[in-house]
């Protein structure tokens, strides 16, 4: 096995995203899991359907097309506005979009209708946290002239939360969006099938919620593949958050001053830290860099620090462990650094296949089968 190596434990992914499907369907709430995380890998696609997954979600057309090359067949949604410049290929590969521009669901109409395909799509509503959505004003007008393009579906409206601001949910902005979807029934005459209101950072309004509600979809990443959701602490207990890991090759270990000597500018990255002399230091050198991960978001072993890095240097003192040349060190990792370490090339990808997918569910049966995706046999 090579290094820097990304461990993706698939049965832990699986029971993650069983928990939450399972516990969501109480509260009539499906998840849409999202594999943007992991581009499309059609082994977690596999999976997420194992686990109850009728529908998936990215937010990237190319890794949407991965999935369907990799044989996956339930409905896929891009959950990003597509590009005009993608727009044939968003319309072959994926069933619904999210959507909050009048041109781009014209130009989806021509090309779905070229195909003779319908094309479903959810209008995003914006609730506050001022990244994609259509002021709640406007959503009514919006909806009149879409209704009239021809192999257009309006599936539904949505709403994200906690990305740009971290504008939380609430019984306010969520009520907001329920209103929305009645007045659009009330207006039109039809029925919106999906009330897709947020992320993972939705799963505790909607677990805590009493009374009604119209919303009935989550678009759900993070709760899956790092066990925790963002904002508030987590709710649902038995989560995994060690489902991923990464695994970086110590090829230096020494003590040394903790002080550097010599004339000093700033560093390779322009960055000049001020020092204190913290005296002798026992230090060692990982072979992982940030052309690998982004380092803020690791999370090191107790008694590790991590004190700075370079594109393939990572340096870590320690106070307990000593290193030694050839060890390992593992990482837990943060969204930002599972998004990375997936992308990048130069990491190695492993899946531990620890059950068998066979379509069915409850077939879990323990294994340590492995295989090593990559560095560059990822696409
Ligand atoms: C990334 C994304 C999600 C999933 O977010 P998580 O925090 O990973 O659950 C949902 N919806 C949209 C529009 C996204 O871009």
Known sequence: MSY?????DCFKIHHNAQLIIEQLALKNVSVTPVTKSCLGH????RVLIDAGASMLADSRVENIQRMVQGGITVPKMLIRTPMLSQIADVVAYCDITLNTEFQVIQQLSRVAKQLNIKHGVIIMVELGDLREGIMPNDVIGFIRKVILLPNI???????????????????KNMQLLSDLADG????FGITLDIISAGNSSSINWVLDHQGGTRVNNLRVGEAIFLGCVPVEQNQIVGLYTDAITL???????????????GHRGANAFGEKENLHDRGIVSQAILALGRQDVCITGLHPPDDMNIVSSSSDHLILETSKTSLIVGKNVQFGLDYSAVLSAMSSSSVHKAFHHDYKINGSRGTIALGSASQDIGPLAQH
């Open 153 to 171: 579906i309006i599936k539904g409206i949505g709403a994200n939360f906690s990305c740009r601001y971290g504008v939380a949910p609430d019984d």
């Open 4 to 8: 820097p190596k990304l461990d993706i």
């Open 42 to 45: 059609p082994i977690i696609a």
């Open 184 to 187: 659009i029934e009330a207006t």
């Open 247 to 261: 695994t970086a090759e110590v090829i230096e270990a020494k003590i040394k001053p903790s002080l550097p000597w």
